[in-house]
């Protein structure tokens, strides 16, 4: 006859394996970078770890940004508006008291607590029925925000401790992503910047040997830039190489990445690429930036680019990104002296 276990041995072993989890889970979210990546790895294992069907990330937008809005890629509730349009002040109630308790709240004991409050009507309309602070160096930034359990019932205190710890170590995982893709990202476009362009050009470069597949490079040049300055001043001059780089984003494919090259040339970098598909890609980006109006106050600008490619060539590449970049640079000065607006593939006899 087997002896019963005590019930607090039971307790102990659970709460080991839940120790354990949180350090594989550890591991996972801190094995990236990837911000995206990572809001969907916490909504996931939130959904994994307790029976509920919803999960939705409250971020802000910007690290000093006044509001935590509701961040796309939220799991299994039902939106009437999209999602940026849920936001929750970081001077509200709610965030203060989780300044000051490192615990997750449900809704019942939100309304307990802070009747009235404009915050618990929203998350009423929501659905929500647990909240967790998402903490970072000791400050809330960020909520995750779960549903009503699937069977039904009250979240037990094994869960919702279980959850306050993967919320901070989620939290920790998230600003380290953000703070890398402000070091890495160039503000005023929006596109990576020059020295995350050269050292993942060089992992690209590794890549592209190791798996004999082609690299293409695509160096890109707005026309005349600098009569838009001189004629419209320098906001115009702004805009357009912000709405170039808009361009050259939804432009590129999900394993390409654009960078800011400096000033006005832009890159677009594209592993697996032959030159057939690296000239296509770049016509497609050359047409666009033509076909675009750039308003700029009163004025309505129109914009061309010249695009210069070079192709990766392991015999001579394998030390250096010198080589691809001077060769996509020769092409592209080719283009100017052609005329401008245009795309061309670098050859020998380009000099």
Known sequence: MSMSIPEEIQHYEKKIY???????????????????????????????????????????????????????????????????????????????????????????????????????????????????????????????VLGEKAVGGEYPESERSFLVDLASLGGIAVENARLYERATVDLMTGLKNHAYFQSRMKEERDKAVKRKTPLALLLTDVDKFKNFNDTYGHQAGDEVLKAVARVLIESARNTDFAARYGGEEFCLVMPGADEETAVAKAEEIREKIEEMVVQSDDDELKVTMSVGISSFDPEIDIRTNKGLINRADKALYACKRAGRNQVMHYSPDMG
């Open 18 to 144: 839940d120790q354990k989890q949180l350090i594989e889970i550890s591991r996972a979210l801190n094995s990236t970078l990837d911000y995206k990546y990572l809001i969907n790895a916490i909504l996931d294992i939130c959904l994994a770890q307790v029976q509920t069907l919803q999960a939705a990330l409250f971020l802000t937008p910007e690290m000093d940004a006044e509001v935590l809005t509701m961040v796309e890629g939220y799991k299994g509730f039902d939106l009437n508006m999209p999602p940026e349009t849920y936001t929750i002040s970081v001077e509200s109630p709610i965030v203060l008291f989780f300044e000051n308790h490192n615990k997750s709240l449900t809704l019942e004991e939100f309304e307990k607590n802070l009747p009235g409050d404009s915050t618990l009507v929203m998350l009423r309309g929501l659905g929500a029925e647990l909240i967790v602070p998402l903490r970072a160096k000791n400050r809330v930034i960020g909520l995750i």
